[in-house]
């Protein structure tokens, strides 16, 4: 079979959620993926190991750390980090076969190898032509290099051998205070590694409110954590030793050497479309070389169209499976859309910070006049009760509507609490109709509701 309606260059979460909805519509599908297994980074060497690793070694943290203030005494604790790691890969197996399964029912063809545009509608994989009246290139990212800083994969590495480490180290250096950095970081932090970060700007994860963000890193250095902010490493060299870091002022100034057992080098990621054909097929690309797509997803070559990290947004697993289900539907002849404004972003370290909509920074840029309703944990009976107080939830409502424009959290279960608050600005709710809902107690999400209430200046419990 050589003829398909549609065909998805890439299995990650855009492209093999791109190919189900496709399929589910009645199309007939293909998906070509070069890797040995499908789901992309997010399921091979990105979400899911990632996630796998951060609760494990939270697990571990709490048995040696939290557990005897429950009463409970564990003994002498032994880390066993080939078994954790074997669970890792038990994760990403289920997961990745899962998607193998899905495909399977969806009668979808898993076209094995790298897939090279030949031009419009087609496609070449291996020494076989397609032809495709639809091609939708979701082939993702790669990490972002630094020059100076040579990856190696063990002893300086990017998330993918930073997920993969055969001992822990005695000291991780991380260069960027972003999600990879410190939810990394923090797994190796957990194990019982120093860990400095050392982070260009003057503050960590750029993309977060700063309140937000100055709260968390006050959180993470409590847990040991150390930053270099201000600072830019503009050279790493190699050893049996392990890693000599010439770390700079980023503003210039005196240099002066960081030892490392292990680097990772996490300053970003970067749309990959290596080996695509994409300049022989004429398909355009912007200014940061990602793939230019009009508001449908459409690129500039009729029929060749591009989801997920590829192109521009928020390089985000959620974001790309929306985006692949809104093209399979729009190919149909449907509505397809997706919301920007109401996509929720995760950081899962203990405690996870989670975000939804505009940031207090983002709103004074604008000029529009905003309440702030603020409600920390220390005020919350069930993460007393769990022994989570750090953080606290913030709400941003329109000054005149009272309409939700923005929700941060830092605190336990952040990225479950947020799914609320997402919903409510999908929906244009104001703070004050999260208010009024009635919210189970005791629960983490009472502080959701307090918030919303002390936006009106009208919080109870505090
Ligand atoms: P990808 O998942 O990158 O998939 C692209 C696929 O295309 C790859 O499998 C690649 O092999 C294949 N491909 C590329 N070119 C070709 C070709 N020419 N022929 C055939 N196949 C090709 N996001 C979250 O939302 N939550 C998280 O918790 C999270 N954690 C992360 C942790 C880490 C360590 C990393 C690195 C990323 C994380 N992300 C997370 C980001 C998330 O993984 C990406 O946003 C998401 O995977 C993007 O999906 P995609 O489908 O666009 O591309
Ligand atoms: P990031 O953009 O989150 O953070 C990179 C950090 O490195 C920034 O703080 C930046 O200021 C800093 N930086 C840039 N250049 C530098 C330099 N030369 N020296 C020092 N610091 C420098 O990127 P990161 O952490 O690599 O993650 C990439 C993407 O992967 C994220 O944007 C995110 O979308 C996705 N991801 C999402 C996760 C989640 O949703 N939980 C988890 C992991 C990754």
Redesign the pocket.
């Known amino acids: 079979m050589t003829e398909f309606d549609v065909l998805v260059i890439g299995s990650g979460p855009g492209g093999y959620v791109c190919a189900i909805r496709a399929a589910q519509l009645g199309m007939k599908v293909a998906c070509a993926e070069k890797r040995a297994t499908l789901g992309g980074t997010c399921l091979n060497i990105g979400c899911i190991p990632?996630k796998a690793l951060l609760q494990s070694s939270e697990n571990f943290h709490a048995a040696q750390h939290q557990f005897a203030d429950h009463g409970i005494g564990v003994g002498e604790l032994k880390l066993d980090l080939a078994r954790m790691m074997a669970r890792k890969g038990e994760v990403v197996g289920a997961n990745t076969k899962g998607v193998e399964f899905l495909f399977k029912k969806n009668k979808i063809t898993w076209l094995k190898g790298e897939a090279r545009l030949l031009g419009s509608g087609r496609v070449v994989v291996g020494d076989t032509e397609y032809t495709a009246k639809n091609i939708i290139i979701a082939s993702g990212s790669e990490s972002t290099p630094?020059r100076g800083v040579e990856v190696d994969e063990k002893r300086i590495v990017t998330s993918t051998g930073g997920l993969e480490l055969s001992e822990v180290p005695k000291h991780l250096v991380v260069?960027?205070?972003?999600?990879?950095?410190l939810?990394i970081g923090s797994v190796w932090r957990r194990l019982g590694a120093e860990v400095t970060v050392?982070?260009?700007?003057d503050r960590?994860?750029?993309s977060l409110d700063a309140e937000v963000a100055k709260a968390f890193e006050r959180v993470l250095v409590k847990q040991g954590m150390k930053f270099k902010l201000g600072s830019?490493?503009t050279k790493a060299a190699v050893s049996n030793d392990g890693v000599t870091l010439t770390v700079e002022p980023a503003k210039g100034g005196a240099a002066e050497q960081l030892q490392a057992d292990v680097v990772l080098l996490?300053?970003?990621?970067r749309a990959y479309s290596a080996g695509l054909g994409l300049a022989e097929a004429g398909v355009a690309l912007d200014d940061r070389g990602r793939i230019a797509v009009d508001k449908h997803f459409a690129t500039n070559i009729p029929g060749i169209w591009a989801i997920g990290d590829v192109i521009a947004g928020?390089?985000?697993a959620h974001k790309a499976e929306d985006e692949g289900v809104a093209v399979a539907e729009i190919i149909a002849g449907q509505a397809g859309h997706v919301n920007y404004e109401a996509i929720p972003?995760?950081?899962?370290t203990w405690p996870e910070v989670a975000s939804v909509g505009r940031s207090e920074e983002e709103l004074k840029a604008d000029g529009i006049a905003y309440s702030v309703g603020k409600f920390p944990f220390t005020a919350n009976g069930r993460a007393r009760a769990m022994g989570d107080t750090d953080g606290f939830v913030k709400i941003l409502a329109d000054k005149t509507t009272d309409r939700l424009l923005g929700a941060h959290i830092l605190g336990p279960d952040a990225g479950g609490l947020i799914a609320e608050l997402a919903t409510a600005i999908e929906f244009g709710a104001s703070a004050e109709d999260v208010a009024r809902i009635c919210h189970a107690h005791p629960t983490l999400s009472e502080a959701v509701k307090e918030a919303a209430l002390a936006a009106d200046g009208r919080a109870i419990h505090i």
Do not use: D, T
């Open positions: 990632s630094l260069i960027g205070g972003g999600v990879i950095g939810e050392i982070e260009f700007l960590i994860v750029p830019k490493v996490a300053i970003g990621r928020p390089m985000l972003s995760v950081i899962y």
